[in-house]
């Protein structure tokens, strides 16, 4: 289960939450409710997919 830090430009709280797919664009604050968040990329979040839609196309012939 993904689990993403953001930080709140509002009051700059930073605040785990877990996200699951569809719910990314609805993230509020837990201190002043505010949803202008931003995500950061923290070493707990382990899936790596979210860094690009190409991730399929891994290369090949490193044997
Ligand atoms: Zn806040």
């Known amino acids: 289960m993904p ?3 953001y930080k709140c430009n509002q009051c700059e709280k930073d605040f ?3 996200v699951f797919s569809g719910e990314e664009k609805n993230i509020t604050c837990p201190g002043c409710k505010s949803q ?12 790596g997919s979210s860094i ?10 490193f044997s």
């Open 3 to 5: 689990i993403f830090e």
């Open 16 to 18: 785990e939450r877990l």
């Open 36 to 47: 202008d968040v931003i995500k950061k990329m923290s070493a707990s979040s382990f899936m």
């Open 52 to 61: 690009g839609k190409c991730a399929t196309s891994s290369p090949k012939g």
